[in-house]
């Protein structure tokens, strides 16, 4: 018994201890953005830093590498920053990875920034929605109100200011070392990896938004590694506008091959879900309505050309509605948020080939002889059951009928005819083979 309570009582000392030193470890949340700076990412990092205020973590350390995104969700992103309790690190790594644009101006707006070796920063230019050059006065404004805000971010971190501006309105990038050994520099430190981030972190004397200096401790740190939830993954996933126009586009049209033959269920399920997912993404990225409405009108008028057969003009009316609701679709004035000129014409000349082959088989459809009905009729071969000629009445025996028969020329009993008109139910007939000179038949 005194074996057992000493056992126990040793256990219980141990995980004292061991508790006593977990709880005494600073703790370091770390967030990886690999994405474009949108309403999900920005949700993402600000749950993050909300979480880290929570739980009184010691530092908060997102690694960033993004090609760019939207200056609203940089905005927020960079509030929530600002107003941290706990200090904020963005680290733009691993090497070869870049934080361009809107990364830029998250990078510099961290109460410590750090890159990895062979990274870069910067091109933080505004261009227009589709992803050209904008007008003299419109450039002039967009990129005054971001040079003025990467401006007010660099001074209040006692960052380069210059070069800042300069990302802004002559889209300047700077690798890591330009970035910090430029006077004074843009970036903190350069880091090879995490590791190495936390150990050169370790005892640093970082100023606050507010001017309040404190000092960093990620000696022996615990990493708690955050993650975007489901809904965030698949919103992550699917809020980049090709996604969002092809699930739009295939959920149009899964319905409508629905609607055209119904029972199919697997078509219209297929269909429904894509929408419904297009509709979820577009929620989150910057539409333009009109170009959305132009790509709904370009759809429908693809549709009414597989249905009505108009030799091709609904399908290439829809076909230019389609590629100009495209290019205005994106509100945005990130490059990274554009559809692209090779995915519209890719896009448009696929559904454009589905419709001329649509169209091919209708205008074959109409143009073929009928096969049924009085129309089916004409051309059909039959025998003449007696003589026939011009204002001699007979029959013929024909789709495996009878019918009253006339002829502009005489025909034979037995011979072959060829049915060339019908008149309510008597047919005009012809010899199928040309009578030989001297009126012998064969």
Not at 140 to 148: C, H, I, L, P, R
Not at 405 to 424: C, F, H, L, M, P
Request: aromatic residues 6%; contains cysteine; glycine residues 10%.
């Amino acid at each position: 018994m005194c074996w057992a309570a000493s056992s126990v009582f040793a256990s219980w000392t141990a995980a004292r201890q061991e508790s006593g030193v977990t709880s005494t470890r600073p703790l370091v949340y770390s967030a990886v953005v690999d994405a474009l700076i949108h309403p999900v990412s920005a949700e993402f990092i600000e749950q993050t830093i909300a979480r880290a205020d929570a739980d009184d973590a010691a530092l908060v350390v997102l690694t960033l590498r993004t090609p760019g995104g939207l200056v609203d969700s940089t905005r927020s992103i960079n509030t929530s920053i600002i107003g941290a309790d706990t200090p904020v690190v963005v680290y733009v790594g691993p090497s070869g990875t870049r934080a361009a644009s809107a990364g830029f101006l998250i990078t510099i707006a961290a109460d410590v920034s750090a890159m990895a070796p062979g990274t870069h920063i910067g091109a933080a230019h505004p261009v227009s929605g589709s992803g050209a050059a904008m007008d003299e006065v419109a450039a002039e404004k967009a990129a005054s109100d971001v040079a003025a805000y990467a401006r007010s971010i660099a001074n209040q971190r006692g960052r380069n200011v210059e070069l800042a501006e300069k990302a802004v309105t002559e889209s300047q990038s700077f690798t890591e070392q330009e970035a910090l050994t430029a006077s004074p520099p843009l970036v903190d430190l350069v880091a090879s990896d995490f590791d190495d981030l936390l150990r050169q972190l370790d005892g640093r004397m970082v100023t606050r938004w507010n001017g309040e200096t404190v000092a960093l401790h990620t000696g022996n740190a615990r990493v708690e590694e955050v993650e975007m939830n489901w809904r965030q993954e698949l919103l992550s996933a699917i809020a980049h506008p090709q996604v969002a126009v092809m699930l739009f586009s295939l959920g149009t049209l899964g319905l409508t091959v629905e609607l055209w033959n119904p029972g199919g269920i697997i078509p219209g399920i297929v269909g429904g879900l894509c929408l419904l997912l297009a509709f979820f993404a577009f929620q989150i990225l910057p539409i333009n309505y009109v170009g959305l409405l132009l790509i709904l009108f370009g759809l429908l008028l693809l549709v009414a050309e597989m249905m009505t057969t108009t030799f091709g003009l609904l399908a290439t009316g829809g076909v230019v509605s389609m590629v100009l609701g495209s290019v205005m679709l994106i509100d945005s004035p990130a490059p990274e948020m554009q559809l692209g000129g090779v995915f519209i014409a890719a896009s448009m000349l696929g559904l454009a080939v589905v419709t001329f082959l649509l169209v091919r088989l209708g205008v074959r459809a109409q143009m073929a002889t009928p096969v049924s009905g009085r129309a089916g009729m004409i051309e059909e071969v039959g025998k003449a059951l007696g003589p026939i000629g011009p204002g001699t009445p007979g029959r013929v025996g024909t789709h495996g009928e009878i019918w009253a028969a006339t002829s502009e020329e005489d025909i034979n009993e037995g011979e072959q005819v060829r049915v060339v008109s019908i008149d309510g139910m008597r047919l005009t007939v012809r010899r199928l083979t040309p009578a030989k000179p001297g009126g012998s038949q064969t």
